[in-house]
């Protein structure tokens, strides 16, 4: 249900893309985003701050874009989400507090140089997410963009999420492999 919820402003902005426009897409992401953080908040009386971050982000940019009537902006709230992600992993190296390493490290137990590594390849995956989402919104047709927004990124999200998973298993104690399997 989570992940359903997770996805729905992501679905939700594609189909009435293709029913409609990209101004009644952004409006309609707008409006997912806000309904996800209801959602969220009745199911799990907590609100992710992710959640909070990216429904601020789409509403600012989602705001200019039907405002101005600039597709311009919401082809860059992607960028500007996957750059900040990459600058806080690389903020939590830099003082010593690996955010991945918080996060999962209770359930994951490897050695430092491993989270380190997760560390710089998400840092490196983010960094070339955005890059790449330039390429792809101002060089390529709209409906090629909105494509690769909703179904490359979310592809290439989740494979680079299953090899970092099984990097990680490859180097968790045979003790906690046996319990997790």
Known sequence: MKQLLDFLPLLVFFAVYKFYDIYMATGALIAATAVQLVVSY???????????????????????????????FIKWKVTVVYGLFAIALLVGEIIKKPIIKSMLGNELPVPEPIWKRVSWAWIGFFSFCGALNVYVAFSLPLETWVNFKVFGLMGLTLAFTVLTVVYLFKHLPEDKKKELK
């Not at 609100?47 to 874009?65: C, D, Q």
């Open 42 to 72: 009745l199911l799990y009386k907590k609100i992710e701050k992710m959640h909070l971050f990216t429904f601020a982000l789409v509403a600012v940019f989602g705001s200019l874009t039907m405002v101005l009537q600039d597709e311009a």
